[in-house]
Every structure is written in structure tokens, then in C-alpha cells.
């Protein structure tokens, strides 16, 4: 498994650009597949984006396709969620996630977790 830290959230408006990025520790980290996750208060953590372990597949949540894109620097040990023109249905906290199996879009298919990161859009 990988340790992850999540930075990055923020209070915007809507319309607005944040980028999040999610530091991994280990040396394994260019082999893992990563995720990005959110919740919102009284709702499921619900899947956002996710890529392979070189990024040359990603796929998306309906809701978020065309504005986030997700990338990961294998140098830098650092994945990323970029996200554009946000909404305030976007408001959540955002959890990075990694496995070394690629392609789910369930929590139960990442094994290693973020602590998160709060984001907030204002209308």
C-alpha cells in the first residue's frame, strides 16, 4: 500500500478552478492506479474520476466529465485532480485513492486513502 495526503481544496465561487493533488510515499507509486472520490454531507462517498497507473486510461463520472481532468507525475509521486468551472453541487470532500488493480469505480476497489480535502462552492 501507498500513503496519501491530499491538499489543494478551498473555498470558491462558482465558475471558478481548483486543482488538488494527492503526494503518495512509496517507491511503488508509478505502478498504482488512482482515484478521486467525493461526499457530501449525508450522502455516499461517490466516485469522480479515475485513471491506470500511466494515465493512458481514464474515465470519469457523467457529472464531472468534460470540466475535471485526472493526471499523475510518477516523478513527483504526486496525482492530481484538476477540477474547471465548478458548481455548487460540487461542494464535498475530496479523497484520493490508489490501487494497484485499475479500472473500479467502487470505494471497495482502492485500498490505499487520503485523509481528504474539503471543497466549497458558493453560488
Known amino acids: 500500500q501507498v500513503q496519501l495526503v491530499e491538499s489543494g481544496g478551498g473555498l470558491v465561487q462558482a465558475g471558478d478552478s481548483l486543482r488538488l493533488s494527492c503526494a503518495a510515499s512509496g517507491r511503488t507509486f508509478s505502478r498504482y492506479a488512482m482515484g478521486w472520490f467525493r461526499q457530501a454531507p449525508g450522502k455516499e462517498r461517490e466516485f469522480v474520476a479515475g485513471m491506470n497507473w500511466n494515465g493512458g486510461n481514464t474515465y470519469y463520472s457523467d457529472s464531472v466529465k468534460g470540466r475535471f481532468t485526472i493526471s499523475k507525475d510518477n516523478a513527483k509521486n504526486t496525482a492530481y485532480l484538476q477540477m474547471n468551472s465548478l458548481k455548487p453541487e460540487d461542494t464535498a470532500v475530496y479523497y484520493c485513492?490508489?490501487?494497484?488493480?485499475?479500472?473500479?469505480?467502487?470505494?471497495?476497489?482502492?485500498?490505499?486513502w487520503g485523509q481528504g480535502t474539503q471543497v466549497t462552492v458558493s453560488s
Open positions: 485513492a490508489a490501487d494497484k488493480y485499475p479500472g473500479s469505480r467502487s470505494p471497495a476497489g482502492f485500498g490505499s
